[in-house]
């Protein structure tokens, strides 16, 4: 991942050549260290800032009077519009730096945090109750996603470049557990400032203080961002293929991206609702939502090291085929379970464990199966296909919470097959990946109408993944 030596004096603002490459080997080694460093920092404030505001705009929408639909229309607007901003930004790497585009996206996304402070006003006067859900969901499921989206294809390529391959694994491990941590406390905190309002009655104010602070700590990030070392790089014109040419193509991240539009429209056909059951159904206080929804994450980052190490050492495949196989649980969980502390010690801890290996995995997998100049179209298709998912998902799981009329709790529906369409995306898509440089899986066959020949296949399949070992071998798999 480290930049030609030709490049050089471009990143030194030469524009001779220099001579000594050690020293300027030195300087760059040197100079991505400290990048590392200072984006620790940049994150933890980001993060602040990010679960101050973004951390409870379901709550902020149903204390403006939104409802279930609402909820998973904004969920679903900002899963499209967000990897929009992706494809968008992807083409701007052609003209601007990496740089440039990121710090530009975070200080409008500041910006955007008065007219939200405006609705909390109108709100809390009592003014243009009907219309206020509506314009949080425009401005922060369409507006603030797409320009977030636009900067952040452009900071992932900018860090993938400043972390050696063979650190990908512990370094991201790591950093998101620092910035987990960061974000838990600000989650923690700031619940228990909006339940001291909400006793008080004043609710509507407590959103507005959390969102005056993210301000404050969304443009500290901003400085942070602007100290961090940039590499040259710009995306060649001849690096650009389109959306139609990545699915026809269908290679091993092509497939590794269907299928995760696959299972994120399953995932969020349940996803956005364990907030409305909690606030809704079982009736929780914010300081116990807060504390119900963060166990995941923080169980997820007490084993985020350890998938990290495992990444590195053996690859992403398992670390995917672990999470993708517990996430379904979770759903069928939240049915039978109502005490915080169950839904803690239960969920909380099956999600932790999915969420390690899901997202150390697909994390590492993507910067393992993308070459650094297709990355960010790789990453933004990518990211279109989970947005396009979650778009789908989430909307129509809104639409059958809030209005589907069956025996069974609509709820409980989705529910059940939010589960069962994650388990089947699994075993059908998971199989035809490979580790790009490992030796693949013997392929799962789902035919229900050879039962016989279904049973064997997974006696094979699974006998296969249990003594799979990583062999390297002299394939690149990349794009």
Known sequence: MFINVFYYSRVMGDDSIVNDEINESNYLMHSKEHA?????KEGCHQSIGVNMSSGFLTPLLLAIGGNSFH????TSLNGLFDP?????????MEKHSRKKLWMYAKFWIVLLQIPTLALIYFAFSGRFENVLPWVLIVLWGIIIPFIYGAGYVSWLSWLGDLVPEERKGKFFASRNRVIGIVGLVTLIVSSFILDIFKTKGYVLLGFTFLFIFAVVF??????????????????????YFSFLSFLKRYDNYGKFAVFQFFFYF??????PFFAVRMLEDLNFGYVTYTIVSIS?????????????KFSDKHGNLKLIYFGAFLFPI????????????????????????????FVIGTTSFSYNASSPQKRAYCFAYSALLVGIGTLIGSFLGGIFVQYLNIGLSSMFFVFIISSILMMISSLYFLPKLTEGYRTKFEAFHFDLTYPGKTINSAVIWLKSFAHWQPHLINESGRN
């Open 36 to 40: 590392l460093r200072m984006s620790l």
């Open 71 to 74: 909820v998973g229309l904004m």
């Open 84 to 92: 929009s901003g992706e494809i968008y930004g992807s083409k701007l």
């Open 218 to 239: 969304r443009m500290m990030s901003v400085h942070y961002t602007n100290k961090i070392f940039n590499p040259y790089f710009r995306v060649r014109k001849k690096s």
């Open 266 to 271: 399953s995932m969020m056909l349940s996803a």
């Open 296 to 308: 995941s994450t923080v169980f997820y980052l007490l084993f985020a090291p350890i998938a990290g």
């Open 330 to 357: 979770v759903p069928l969980l939240w049915m039978f379970l109502s005490s915080p502390i169950a839904l803690i010690l239960i969920p909380g801890i099956i999600s932790g464990l999915a969420n390690a290996g």
